[in-house]
């Protein structure tokens, strides 16, 4: 009976566990391991996916999208995450393309009605930003683009393309020759193009564009992120979504992406945080100490490993949750005045993300005894997942040097 006489029953449902309900999770989670010994693509998972309507997360309702903020579809990365951390991944950077589109819309941007079309429709994003040897990353390109009457021609090779087997749509970035002429900038400086590479069924042959089967890394294997080699690859005047300064800059695509990639990226680790945690606890609770005559989860050191885990996933928690909402608020009138911090608070969280998870999975096999140890177990593969982690823009020593020069200014000389 209810307690309060004469009062409604009030059910409310979360947008996130419905989407990702357990049956499925468990269906995820039950297919990882074989996916990752056998280092292939999650085809299995990423049809399952889809046909939830979970490509279309990021998209307003009035779209045909299931209308999700950052901060839910943040929350379902990490739910995901913690059922399969390389499908998750992969399936990221697809999120973070979608993101661009959503932070556009919040800011009134037209240019969100292509991405969240194309979204619509079907098509699957990828993420052809990240070059070897390039550590401004998305404020410079190795890769060449070369004016031509159609648009740009791409030479260069982007690492790490997950979805690399289903994508339609890639996004690239590349930097153009010095310009000269009427039309050219007043300094004449080299810019940066950015925009989407096209083709209509990930099956398809796209001419100037070739992926290397060449993923067979430590963990995330199933992501399946390839090399991506483009030799005279034409980007349409059509599929631009701007051009850039070389550099640090606001511009908002660019904004969009440095922000969502960071925010989602520090989801899934946090994800991988959350079932390190639930295994190790469930594996503490079940055995015992032949010396103690009692469960481990009485033994004060295991008690300690456990509670420092939690401890640091909860801080993560709070910070990326609020980050998330941030950007939520943007176009609402109560927006967060960050200014020029924006682009160190994203980079900030990701790296103290996917640091606490590393550690944390760190004492998750402290406390849960050498069967873990074992090929195949559970978080034999989160400690090989999470390590990729730290390969991902931004770097530890990209976050300090931008938080250094912030603080105390550039180095002098």
């Known amino acids: ?162 979805l690399s087997p289903r994508w339609t749509r890639l996004l690239v970035h590349a930097r153009t020759p010095g310009e000269t002429g009427l039309d050219a900038p007043e300094d004449g400086a080299a810019r940066l193009v950015v925009g989407l590479l096209t083709r209509h069924d990930h099956r398809d042959a796209v001419p100037g564009v070739q992926t290397r089967a060449d993923w067979d890394a430590l963990g995330m294997r199933a992501s399946q992120s390839c090399t991506t080699v483009l030799d005279g690859a034409l980007l349409r005047e059509a599929d631009l979504l701007t051009t850039t300064p070389v550099g640090p800059n606001p511009d908002p695509v660019v904004w969009g992406i440095f922000g969502c990639f960071e925010l989602l990226l520090a989801s899934v680790y946090t994800g991988i945080a959350d079932r390190a945690i639930e295994v190790a606890a469930g594996i503490v609770c079940s055995r015992r100490s032949l010396a103690r005559d009692a469960p481990y989860s009485d033994d004060p050191d295991i008690r300690r490993h456990i509670a420092r885990a939690g401890v640091l996933r909860d801080g993560v928690e709070l910070q990326l949750r609020q980050l998330c909402a941030d950007v939520d608020a943007l176009g609402t009138g109560h927006e967060v005045a960050h200014g020029a911090r924006w682009f160190i608070l994203f980079s900030g969280v990701k790296h103290r993300a996917t640091e606490a998870a590393r550690e944390v999975v760190d004492l998750a096999l402290r406390a849960s005894g050498g069967s873990q140890y074992r090929t195949g177990s559970e978080l034999e593969r989160l400690y090989r997942d999470v390590l990729a982690g730290m390969y991902h823009p931004s770097d530890e020593e990209s976050v300090h040097a931008a938080a250094a020069t912030a603080l105390l200014g550039p180095v002098s000389g």
């Open 1 to 162: 009976m209810d307690p309060v006489r004469g009062a409604e029953r009030v059910t409310t449902t979360d947008p996130v566990t419905e989407l990702l309900p357990e049956h499925l999770l468990r269906e995820i989670r039950e297919r990882a391991a074989d996916v990752d010994r056998e280092n292939r693509f999650f085809a299995e998972d990423f049809e399952a996916l889809r046909g939830i309507g979970y490509l279309r997360m990021l998209v307003p309702e009035e779209f045909g999208g299931l209308g999700f903020t950052l901060e839910q579809a943040s929350r379902a990365q990490r739910r995901l995450a913690g059922a399969a951390p390389a499908t998750a991944l992969g399936i990221n950077m697809h999120h973070v393309i979608v993101g661009i589109g959503y932070t556009l819309h919040l800011r009134g941007d037209e240019r969100a009605r292509r991405i969240f079309e194309d979204a619509v429709a079907g098509h699957v994003f990828a993420f052809g930003i990240s070059e070897a040897g390039n550590d401004s990353v998305l404020f410079d390109a190795t890769t060449r683009a070369e004016p031509v009457a159609e648009g740009w021609r791409l030479h260069g090779t982007k690492i790490f393309t997950s």
